[in-house]
């Protein structure tokens, strides 16, 4: 158990919409990050937040966006959805001090028509 | 540009014995190298971890071993049992709010 929980666990969206993803994380953890995870890949980093900042970014486009909230909770939005969206979206928490062991939640699998 | 590259993408070992997964890196700047155990339709979950101060980590049957000069890491699971049958991910993170950059993964079978 890692405490952190995503929602939902699946959707189907079609191309231009827009979708938001959550995730509760355990209290302690002070760093969330989300993850994409394409099929058959490892996950790619999108970004990270920190005291409800996003402090760094990986290479995905500005239609990615995020918030974090006081009570460790966390959205992932993203605008215009393309086919290659398709993905496993992984939230990730951290504890402070150890921003490098990560413990991820399940998953919300988006699948963009 | 793939950062971290990892072999074999897949992989087919007996019951009891090694599997080993290799992973190489290109920027010198990481410091934090962690193997992930993903099965399917959960989460990766941290398995065992290294910092490249050390050249080889153990715990229970999961040994990291690290070469710094060659940029190489890998993990060598003993007596492996067919719970161990998860897809396996190496990272590298190179601190700060950079993320962690995964391989490509492997897909472990151990066969009974």
């Known amino acids: 158990e890692t405490g952190v929980t995503q929602s939902p666990t699946h959707l189907i969206k079609t191309r231009g919409q827009q979708v938001t993803l959550r995730c509760s994380s355990q209290s302690g953890h002070n760093t969330v990050s989300w993850y994409q995870q394409a099929l058959g890949q490892g996950p790619q980093f999108i970004f990270q937040?920190?005291?409800?900042?996003?402090?760094g970014r990986g290479n995905f486009p500005p239609r990615f966006s995020g918030l974090q909230f006081p009570n460790y909770s966390s959205e992932l939005n993203v605008n215009a959805l393309e086919l290659d969206d398709s993905a496993l979206y992984l939230c990730?928490?951290?504890?402070?001090?150890?921003?490098?062991?990560?413990?991820f939640g399940e998953g919300s699998r988006l699948t963009v028509l | 540009q793939q950062q971290v590259k990892q072999s074999p993408q897949s992989l087919i070992v007996q019951k009891g014995g090694i599997s080993i997964i290799n992973c190489a890196y290109e920027n010198t700047a990481f410091d934090y190298f962690p193997w992930y155990q993903q099965f399917p339709g959960k989460g990766p979950a941290l398995l065992i971890a290294i910092r490249p101060d050390v050249s080889e980590k153990k715990e229970g049957r999961f040994t990291i071993s690290f070469n710094k000069s060659a940029k190489q890491f890998s993990l060598h699971i003993m007596d492996s049992q067919p719970g161990d049958s998860a897809t396996y991910f190496c990272?590298?993170?190179?601190?700060?709010?950079?993320?962690?950059?995964f391989g490509k993964g492997t897909h472990l079978i151990i066969q009974p």
């Open positions: 990272a590298a993170y190179g601190g700060g709010a950079d993320g962690l950059t």
């Open positions: 937040y920190y005291r409800e900042e996003e402090n």
């Open positions: 990730a928490g951290s504890l402070a001090g150890v921003a490098g062991e990560l413990f």
